[in-house]
């Protein structure tokens, strides 16, 4: 059962994108969409240690996608509708899959990221029965 997005969903989806917006955190998109290309989380630490101004555009522009997921994965925000106007969590995605598992063992937590990823899946099922090869084109271009 297909389930119809409500203005709520409409007026949370507006308020995300205002926050993205935000004068720090479109520096750290800005930075994220350019700079994070790390294949190991040992990379990533040696060159934006955890004191740096990188690792912290880096970990707030993952924990907000994370926040976004979990609203979808709780039900407050429509999926479908979100699939429909946003590509950037899919984009977040494609940057950290190959490090979260390493994440989730220095973390000894197995579910961090798990809203992420499991919205991203979702988004890349929605995406390969919407359209076939756009996920695969989409993911050669940004990965």
């Known amino acids: 059962m297909v ?9 949370l989806l507006l308020r995300l994108y205002e926050l993205r917006r935000e004068e720090k955190m ?14 190991t989380v040992e990379e990533f630490m040696q060159k934006c240690p955890s004191n740096s101004s990188m690792n912290a555009y880096a970990r ?5 996608w994370d926040m976004v997921a979990s609203f979808i994965t709780a039900g407050i925000l429509n999926q479908d509708l979100f699939f429909q106007s946003q590509g950037e969590l899919l984009f977040v995605w494609e940057r950290i899959r190959s490090l979260v598992p390493e994440m989730r ?18 988004y890349i099922k929605w995406m390969e ?12 271009r940004v990965g």
């Not at 389930?3 to 007026?11: H, L, Q, S, W």
């Open 60 to 64: 707030m522009v993952i924990s907000y």
């Open 26 to 39: 479109r520096t750290a998109r800005e930075w994220f969409a350019q700079n994070f290309h790390f294949r």
């Open 129 to 140: 029965a919407k359209a076939p090869e756009a996920y695969a084109a989409f993911s050669a």
């Open 105 to 122: 063992e220095a973390a000894k937590n197995p579910y961090a990221y798990e809203n992420l990823e499991t919205v991203a899946t979702a």
């Open 3 to 11: 389930i119809r997005p409500t203005y709520d969903d409409a007026n």
